[in-house]
């Protein structure tokens, strides 16, 4: 995926997609692990949506939650 330490650097443009794919992997996960934590807060705590995103981001965010 990376290129050897032997080769020559990326381009600017292929360095930029990359980076490009990097961040939506990363906001995929984030937005995959947020909604998993919202619907796990609804069905178990029966909470409101409104609410469950609220608690699912704050514990994603590492402050633990709200209600």
């Known amino acids: 995926m990376y290129e050897h330490r032997r080769h020559a650097p990326l381009s600017p443009r ?6 490009l794919r990097h961040f939506a992997l990363a906001a995929l996960l984030l937005a995959a692990s947020l909604w ?9 705590e029966h909470l ?14 590492g402050m633990g939650p709200v209600n």
Not at 14 to 19: E, N, S
């Open 48 to 61: 409101a949506w409104r609410d469950a995103f609220l608690n699912a981001s704050m514990l994603l965010g």
């Open 14 to 19: 292929r360095f930029v997609w990359r980076l």
């Open 36 to 44: 998993l934590g919202m619907a796990g807060y609804q069905h178990y």
